[in-house]
């Protein structure tokens, strides 16, 4: 799992090196996630690397019923991962990612929510590891790790560990 959150580090190296007017205009969560897909996308060869990718083979992905998750379609149901890493047609869950901008407000516990879901392995196809992090301006500001429907204390204080190493914050 440490070779894929150092692929996560350097994407996000590569976002903050290269795409420093974003974050000096405040633009939306959206924006930024579609650049930092285009460098994760650089660091997994081979695999698919969708924003807002809601579909698991043919079928739509969908919470299990009593969520707390808001979703953007009529129904309410579906679920829109901000980044996955994943072979579509299989499918073949390796990683999602929540990108949160640090100016956002809406509970934390709405991405931490749908990160436990998306790792879970008794809902769906799911998700080997989930990542959570907060970007500010110049660092990020907060990073979580989840595997198996949980979060993992271990991985996360790793992580937050390579973030600070390359200078981009992290705590965890």
């Known amino acids: 799992m440490q070779t894929e959150l150092n692929k996560v580090v350097e994407a996000l190296r590569e976002l903050y090196a290269h795409e420093t007017f974003l974050f000096e205009k405040a633009v939306g969560e959206r924006a930024l996630t579609h650049r930092f897909a285009v460098y994760l996308e650089k660091q997994f060869s081979g695999w698919s690397v969708d924003c807002n990718y809601d579909r698991l083979g043919e079928r739509t992905l969908h919470l299990p019923h009593g969520t707390i998750i808001s979703t953007d379609d009529h129904l309410g149901k579906s679920i829109y991962p901000d980044v996955a890493v994943h072979q579509r047609e299989i499918p073949n869950n390796l990683l999602v990612i929540e990108v949160r901008n640090a100016t956002n407000h809406t509970p934390l516990e709405h991405d931490q929510h749908k990160l ?14 989930g990542v959570l992090v907060v970007l500010a301006g110049k660092n990020v500001t907060m990073s979580e790790v989840y595997v198996g429907g949980v979060l993992d204390p271990v991985l996360s204080a790793w992580f937050a560990g390579r973030l600070q190493e390359t200078g981009l914050g992290g705590s965890p």
């Open 116 to 129: 436990r879901a998306l790792t879970d392995p008794h809902i769906w196809f799911a998700y080997w590891i």
